[in-house]
C-alpha cells in the first residue's frame, strides 16, 4: 500500500494533480493499493484548490481517499469521516469495522450528511480565519530570521529551528524560556529532524502574545 497525505500534516506541503496521475499510474503498474488521506483537502487558501486522487481517469480501480469532518466543519472530537473510491476495499473497511465498534452517533452521521452537501460556505469562512492566522503569524516568524514557507493549505507552519538547536531542544526551550507549546518534528519520524511544528488552532489574541514572547526570547538569543 502506498500512502500519501495532502495538503500535508505536519508539513503543510501540497500537491498538484500531475503528482497524483504519477502516483495513480506506479500504483496500478505495479497493483498497490493507494490510499490518500485527505484531512484537508478543504482547508486550502487563496485561488489554491486541493485535487482529489480520484480525478485520475480509472483511479477507483486502486485508490481509496479518507476525509475528516474535524478539520473542515469544527467537529474535532466527534470522531466523523468518510472513505470513498474502490468498492471491494471500502466493503472490506466496512466488514472490519462491523466487528471491532458500532457506529458513530446517529445525530452526528447526520450533521456529517448535512455539512457534505452544504454550499461549504461555512468552510470558506474558516479558511479565512486561518488564512489570517497564518498571514500574522509568517510575518513575525520571518521577520525574527526562522525559516519557513507560506502554506496553501492546513493549519500548520513547519518552521526550520535556529542553527546549532534540535527540534527538541527548541521546543523544550519555547516551553521552558517563552511559555510557548510546539510538536518538534522528530514527533513525526526522523527526517522531520530540524523544524517543529506550529499549530493556527488558537485566536488572533493568542498568536500576538506567542508573538510578542517569541520577540522576546529572540532578545536574549
Request: charged share 20%; with cysteine.
Amino acid at each position: 500500500m502506498m500512502f500519501l497525505n495532502y495538503p500535508n500534516n505536519p508539513t503543510a506541503a501540497h500537491a498538484e494533480w500531475r503528482t497524483f496521475l504519477e502516483a495513480v499510474s506506479f500504483c496500478r503498474k505495479y497493483n498497490i493499493l493507494l490510499a490518500h488521506d485527505a484531512a484537508y483537502d478543504l482547508v486550502t487558501f487563496g485561488k489554491y484548490r486541493a485535487p482529489s486522487a480520484l480525478q485520475v481517469p480509472g483511479a477507483k480501480e486502486n485508490v481509496v481517499e479518507l476525509g475528516s469532518l474535524s478539520k473542515s466543519f469544527n467537529m474535532t472530537g466527534w470522531r466523523i469521516g468518510y472513505v470513498v473510491g474502490n468498492k471491494e476495499v471500502i466493503h472490506a473497511l466496512a466488514t472490519l469495522k462491523g466487528n471491532i465498534d458500532t457506529c458513530q452517533f446517529m445525530p452526528i452521521q447526520k450533521a456529517a450528511a448535512k455539512a457534505l452537501t452544504s454550499d461549504l460556505t461555512a468552510v470558506e469562512k474558516n479558511n479565512s480565519v486561518y488564512e489570517q492566522r497564518i498571514e500574522k503569524l509568517y510575518l513575525a516568524l520571518t521577520e525574527l530570521g526562522f525559516h519557513t514557507e507560506k502554506p496553501k493549505g492546513t493549519l500548520y507552519l513547519w518552521v526550520g529551528v535556529p542553527k546549532g538547536e534540535s527540534s527538541l531542544s527548541f521546543a523544550n526551550r519555547l516551553l521552558e524560556e517563552a511559555g510557548i507549546i510546539v510538536t518538534p518534528g522528530t514527533a513525526f519520524g526522523d527526517n522531520g529532524e530540524g523544524f517543529i511544528r506550529i499549530s493556527l488552532s488558537v485566536h488572533a489574541e493568542r498568536l500576538d502574545e506567542v508573538i510578542r514572547r517569541l520577540k522576546a526570547l529572540n532578545k536574549r538569543r
